[in-house]
């Protein structure tokens, strides 16, 4: 799985997480905004688990 890390919330990683399956977007506290698995997207604004 890739893993792509992003200075701030609403920059171009949202459109660059779905060029690639499996993608997690990650905000600088590490937590997870938004997550692709399997064609699913998963959304996750507080970074629960997935």
Not at 18 to 24: A, D, E, H, R
């Amino acid at each position: 799985m890739g893993v792509l890390h992003i200075l701030s919330v609403g920059t171009d990683a949202e459109v660059l997480r779905l060029k690639q399956p499996g993608l997690q977007v990650i905000d600088p506290h590490g937590r997870v905004l938004k997550a692709r698995f399997a064609g699913r997207e998963i959304y996750s604004r507080q970074g629960a688990s997935l």
